[in-house]
């Protein structure tokens, strides 16, 4: 059971950049897939989440219509379009997985990380000035 996130770089503010999260060793469409980012000295915070057999998803509003969730079932994969990035967006971001029991509502925002079975190395995002 594995998460691997890739993508994450440096950039300039204004900019644009797409995270992947690639998935291996369960069932992918029975699973919700989320995004948390981390900043120096900074709590976790939730940034979007997708459940993979219905697309549904939801987004914090610090990231709401400038960054896109999506998944490519057949690669179980799943994407963060990053546009108009800011040097607040500057973190390390982890993709995690669980179950479609909860919400992703629910594992974002609402304290259900704690259900959340795998989490992915993260990778580091840094958006200049």
């Known amino acids: 059971v594995q998460l691997v996130e890739s993508g994450g770089g440096l950039v300039q503010a204004g900019g644009s950049l797409r995270l992947s999260c690639a998935a291996s060793g369960f069932t992918f469409d029975e699973y919700v897939i989320a995004w948390f980012r981390q900043a120096p000295g900074k709590e976790r915070e939730g940034v979007a989440s997708?459940?993979?057999?219905?697309?549904?998803?939801y987004y914090a509003d610090y990231v709401k219509g400038r960054f896109t969730i999506s998944s490519d079932n057949a690669k179980n994969t799943v994407y963060l379009q990053m546009n108009s990035l800011k040097p607040e967006d500057t973190a390390v971001y982890y993709c995690?997985?669980?179950?479609?029991?909860?919400?992703?509502?629910?594992?974002?925002?609402?304290?259900?990380?704690?259900?959340?079975?795998?989490w992915g190395q993260g990778t580091l995002v840094t958006v200049s000035s």
């Open positions: 997708i459940r993979i057999d219905d697309g549904s998803t």
């Open positions: 995690a997985a669980g179950p479609k029991y909860y919400s992703g509502s629910y594992y974002l925002f609402d304290g259900g990380y704690r259900y959340l079975e795998v």
